[in-house]
C-alpha cells in the first residue's frame, strides 16, 4: 500500500467552524490530490498541487484551499464549513504525470458537518 | 471536457459467475483508462490501468478490462466472481496530465451465494 497517512480519520464539526484535514505521505511524490466522495457522484477533485506551493483547482473548489509547504504533507481547509461539505475526503498521490501516472489513494476522511 | 459513465449503478451476480461492468469515456486524446475497486469504509484500490500497447489488460485478483477505441469503451470483466468481489467499482479517465484522473459514479456489485 501506498505511505498515505489522512488525519482525522473522522470528524463531527459545527456549520461555520474552519476545518482542516491533512495529508502526509512517506512516497516522495511529487503530485497530490484532495477529492470528495459523495453517493452519485463518484469522487470529484477539489485540488491539486504539482510542487511545494505549487496547487491549483479541481472541479469542486468553491469553499476549499490548500496548502504544500512540504513534499509530504498536503492541507485541505474548509474555511467555513457547510452542511454541503459533509462528505468523504480522499487524499491521493502520484510520482509523475504522462504515461504511467496512476493515483495512489489514502483511506479517506470522514467529515460530518451539523 | 473528459468525462467518464459507467451506466449500471448496481450488478447483481451469483456467485461462480461471469461479470462484466461497462465503462464509457469521452476524451479528446489518447486516454489513460483506469478501474479501482472499493470495499466500504475504505480507499480505492487500483485493479488494472491501461496507457498503451495490448488492448487486453490483466489486473489483480483475477480481473481483466479490453480497450475499444472505436467504441470508446473500456469494460471491466472476471469469469468467475467471488462473494468477495462485492464492492464499489470505479472506471476513470485521464490525459497523463498533473489534474489527476476523471471518475465515472461508481457500479455496486452484489454477489448473490
Known amino acids: 500500500d501506498a505511505g498515505i497517512t489522512q488525519s482525522p480519520r473522522h470528524k463531527v464539526t459545527e456549520t461555520g467552524t474552519p476545518v482542516t484535514l491533512r495529508c502526509h505521505q512517506t512516497e516522495n511524490h511529487r503530485y497530490m490530490y484532495w477529492y470528495r466522495q459523495d453517493p452519485g457522484h463518484g469522487l470529484r477533485l477539489i485540488h491539486y498541487?504539482?510542487?511545494?506551493?505549487?496547487?491549483d483547482k479541481g472541479e469542486v473548489s468553491d469553499g476549499y484551499s490548500v496548502s504544500r509547504s512540504k513534499t509530504e504533507d498536503f492541507l485541505l481547509t474548509l474555511e467555513s464549513a457547510t452542511s454541503s461539505q459533509t462528505s468523504v475526503y480522499f487524499c491521493?498521490?502520484?510520482?509523475?504525470?504522462?504515461?504511467?501516472?496512476?493515483?495512489?489513494f489514502g483511506e479517506g476522511s470522514w467529515l460530518t458537518v451539523v | 471536457a473528459q468525462s467518464v459513465t459507467q451506466p449500471d449503478i448496481h450488478i447483481t451476480v451469483s456467485e461462480g459467475a461471469s461479470l462484466e461492468l461497462r465503462c464509457n469515456y469521452s476524451?479528446?486524446?489518447?486516454?489513460?483508462l483506469f478501474w479501482y475497486v472499493q470495499s466500504p469504509g475504505q480507499g480505492l484500490q487500483l485493479l488494472l490501468k491501461y496507457f498503451s500497447g495490448d488492448t487486453l489488460v490483466q489486473g489483480i485478483k483475477g480481473f481483466e478490462a479490453e480497450f475499444k477505441r472505436s467504441q470508446s469503451s473500456f469494460n471491466l470483466r472476471k469469469p468467475s466472481v467471488h462473494w468477495s468481489d462485492a464492492a464499489e467499482y470505479f472506471c476513470?479517465?485521464?490525459?497523463?496530465?498533473?489534474?489527476?484522473?476523471?471518475f465515472g459514479k461508481g457500479t455496486h456489485l452484489i454477489i448473490q451465494p
Open positions: 491521493a498521490i502520484s510520482d509523475r504525470a504522462g504515461s504511467g501516472n496512476t493515483i495512489y
Open positions: 476513470a479517465v485521464g490525459g497523463g496530465g498533473a489534474d489527476g484522473l476523471t
Open positions: 476524451y479528446g486524446a489518447t486516454p489513460y
Open positions: 498541487s504539482y510542487g511545494v506551493k505549487d496547487t
